[in-house]
């Protein structure tokens, strides 16, 4: 009783499997190739129609050959669905017995020259034998497309055109069509609906052979183990003793002892060559990294681990799926299947590229901007970002084409939001472009100490919408690029020789002329002979001249640089309380603590020379001077 319900619901999902895929491609039919298109396309070939709409035609061409690919995808993961002898599409018996009964009724009709009849009846008879055509094709790829390569499937296809144009004759039959529309009566109607019946099926296989023959790839069997040609391997391995006695059991479950052996091999194997990359080379790598001791090694090492996971995964990936293909061989595995592998790889390569190109972008640039100071921190960055950019649209891209999705559609469709997310996104693509023009005019680079009229501190970072900033009380500030890009920006690091030291020195008013001016040649002749005091005398002319030779531009290089060697020391003024002494000068470094030690250093020596020149230093002082004759009436008034 069990086997009967067993062999009844084999035979109803067999039966409705079968209907599945020749209901798709009715379907197909009917959607595009209905009454009016045809129509349409017989007009087209005798040039009497009006040419469609450009835009509309490319978009029912796109969805025809979406349609086309998925009656493949359907054909390659369920052949046993179209190699049935009954479908709704196309019954064999029936059919045999049709065609011999249209025959005779031809010859009858012929005898008795009833034209319109034998015409009607010829049409249906074309219809037929299309149909079966349609039917021995569909299922002749079922059968073999797992063996057909693209030279014979090639040979195969233009067969079928050939044998399709010579017996439909539908530019015949569609004189007759035409000619039969302003008729009445049962014959001229079955006529017109056997017409449309046969032009339904002509335009469609014509159109399907067309795209298969443009994409015979589509029908190629791309499996990894039949390339590597295991049949051979597995028909030995199942002929060995042993082997057979397994299969026995095996066969119940659709399975054989070759490919379970070769399964457990291909698994086996991948596992090891994982342990080898995931272990062993990962180690290598970290000793040859640790050899050296170097400032980034930490950092080169997390990008080791941050790709060492993914390979191993890719690894995996393929082992499985190559031992899949080994297990289900000689089928290939489901497009479902196939798709969530080919999405997983799509994904895993993408995320290891970016991780190279993030340590290519750092082993390379980041010593080449040591030695070349045109090459900029936040430059690497920008060009590091947009290549990740690259690299996720065209994985992106990609994934939209395995999944078959019309990506000329989705392009147009971003042309048409385009405007309305550029508006939403004004303030980002304004402070992106700030970006640009920061890193292009060269206003201030990371770990640059700038001052605006808002905010003061070293440059942290500069990305893609803001910039950070470290004050000097060490708080983070997050500035847009776009208010930093049309602002006034002070940049205190751009000087490569020279923070200036300004002071003056008052020293009293009873100092001696002569000791002031020998005070005054004593000061320039010790800031002369300071080693940390910048004069022209000390500064490297081949440098300027290197810089020189690099520059395009007619420019001030001292001051482009950042290079000053003014030394001034004069009487300056006489004020209230002192006689000032101006000392103008420039400390070589930019740093800011050994500019403080050498402005000490001046100070110090200052100090001295002063004390050697008998000068006393000045302070805010008063004088009350009284007149002669006040004083005489104070004499007076102590008299008395």
């Given at each position: 009783m069990k086997n009967i319900f067993l062999l009844l619901f084999i035979f109803t999902h067999t039966l409705m499997a079968s209907d599945s895929f020749w209901q798709k491609l009715m379907e197909v039919e009917a959607k595009y190739f209905n009454a009016n298109t045809i129509v349409h396309l017989i007009q087209q070939e005798n040039n009497q129609s009006m040419l469609m709409d450009k835009n509309e035609s490319s978009s029912v061409l796109d969805e025809q050959?979406?349609?086309?690919?998925?009656?493949?995808?359907?054909?390659?993961?369920?052949?046993?669905?179209?190699?049935?002898?009954?479908?709704?599409?196309?019954?064999?018996?029936?059919?045999?017995?049709?065609?011999?009964?249209?025959?005779?009724?031809?010859?009858?009709?012929?005898r008795y020259g009833y034209t319109l009849a034998v015409q009607r009846d010829t049409i249906k008879l074309s219809s037929l034998e299309l149909k079966e055509q349609i039917y021995q094709f569909f299922r002749y790829l079922a059968q073999n497309w797992t063996t057909l390569d693209e030279k014979h499937l090639k040979q195969y296809i233009e067969t079928q055109h050939k044998i399709l144009k010579s017996n439909a004759k539908i530019v015949a039959w569609s004189h007759l069509y035409e000619q039969v529309q302003?008729?009445?009566?049962?014959?001229?109607?079955?006529?017109?609906?056997?017409?449309?019946?046969?032009?339904?099926?002509?335009?469609?296989?014509?159109?399907?052979?067309?795209?298969?023959?443009?994409?015979?790839?589509?029908?190629?069997?791309?499996?990894?183990?039949?390339?590597?040609?295991?049949?051979?391997?597995?028909?030995?391995?199942?002929?060995?003793?042993?082997?057979?006695?397994?299969?026995?059991?095996?066969?119940?479950?659709?399975?054989?002892?070759?490919?379970?052996?070769?399964?457990?091999?291909?698994?086996?194997?991948?596992?090891?060559?994982?342990?080898?990359?995931?272990?062993?080379?990962?180690?290598?790598?970290?000793?040859?990294?640790?050899?050296?001791?170097?400032?980034?090694?930490?950092?080169?090492?997390?990008?080791?681990?941050?790709?060492?996971?993914?390979?191993?995964?890719?690894?995996?990936?393929?082992?499985?799926?190559?031992?899949?293909?080994?297990?289900?061989?000689?089928?290939?595995?489901?497009?479902?299947?196939?798709?969530?592998?080919?999405?997983?790889?799509?994904?895993?390569?993408?995320?290891?590229?970016?991780?190279?190109i993030e340590n290519i972008f750092f082993i390379y640039f980041h010593h080449s901007s040591k030695r070349n100071l045109t090459l900029r921190t936040e430059l690497i960055n920008l060009m590091l970002s947009v290549s990740k950019a690259i690299i996720s649209l065209i994985a992106l891209l990609v994934i939209l084409l395995k999944l078959d999705i019309n990506v000329s559609g989705v392009i147009a469709s971003l042309g048409i939001g385009g405007l309305a997310v550029a508006l939403a996104a004004k303030d980002t693509l304004s402070n992106f472009f700030g970006l640009l023009k920061i890193i292009f005019d060269e206003s201030f680079s990371q770990g640059d100490w700038i001052a605006t009229s808002d905010v003061e501190g070293t440059v942290v970072e500069i990305g893609f919408i803001s910039t950070k900033i470290r004050t000097f009380d060490n708080a983070m500030i997050t500035v847009p690029n776009e208010k930093l890009a049309n602002t006034s920006v002070k940049n205190w690091s751009r000087r490569k020789v020279g923070r200036r030291i300004k002071l003056h020195v008052g020293v009293t008013y009873d100092s001696h002329p002569q000791d002031v001016q020998n005070?005054?040649?004593?000061?320039?002749?010790?800031?002369?002979?300071?080693?940390?005091?910048?004069?022209?005398?000390?500064?490297?002319?081949?440098?300027?001249?290197?810089?020189?030779?690099?520059?395009?531009?007619?420019?001030?290089?001292?001051?482009?640089?950042?290079?000053?060697?003014?030394?001034?020391?004069?009487l300056d003024s006489f004020s209230d309380s002192s006689i000032d002494i101006l000392i103008y000068t420039f400390a070589k470094t930019t740093d800011w603590e050994v500019w403080l030690k050498v402005k000490q250093e001046v100070l110090y020596n200052i100090w001295e020379i002063l004390a050697q020149n008998h000068l006393t230093f000045a302070f805010p002082s008063q004088s009350i001077y009284l007149e002669k004759s006040e004083q005489n009436s104070k004499k007076g008034i102590e008299n008395e």
């Open positions: 050959f979406v349609s086309f690919a998925s009656l493949i995808s359907f054909l390659k993961n369920n052949p046993y669905s179209v190699d049935v002898n009954q479908s709704l599409f196309f019954d064999q018996e029936n059919t045999a017995q049709q065609i011999r009964d249209l025959t005779l009724k031809i010859q009858t009709n012929q302003t008729q009445t009566g049962s014959i001229p109607e079955q006529i017109a609906q056997n017409f449309l019946e046969l032009a339904q099926d002509y335009y469609f296989f014509d159109s399907f052979l067309s795209y298969i023959e443009l994409n015979r790839s589509s029908l190629s069997y791309h499996s990894l183990s039949s390339k590597l040609k295991i049949d051979n391997l597995i028909a030995y391995i199942n002929q060995q003793p042993l082997a057979q006695k397994s299969n026995l059991y095996l066969r119940y479950v659709k399975l054989d002892t070759g490919r379970v052996v070769l399964f457990v091999l291909v698994i086996l194997f991948f596992l090891f060559l994982n342990y080898l990359l995931y272990l062993r080379l990962y180690f290598y790598f970290k000793s040859k990294i640790l050899e050296t001791e170097d400032e980034n090694d930490d950092i080169l090492l997390e990008n080791l681990k941050k790709i060492r996971l993914p390979v191993s995964l890719l690894i995996n990936g393929i082992g499985l799926k190559l031992a899949l293909e080994v297990l289900d061989y000689p089928h290939n595995l489901s497009e479902g299947t196939n798709l969530y592998f080919a999405l997983f790889f799509i994904v895993t390569v993408a995320y290891i590229a970016m991780q190279m005070a005054i040649n004593d000061i320039h002749q010790m800031l002369v002979a300071h080693e940390g005091i910048s004069t022209s005398e000390k500064i490297n002319t081949r440098e300027l001249q290197r810089h020189y030779r690099r520059s395009n531009k007619l420019v001030s290089l001292d001051n482009k640089l950042g290079i000053k060697s003014t030394l001034l020391v004069y």
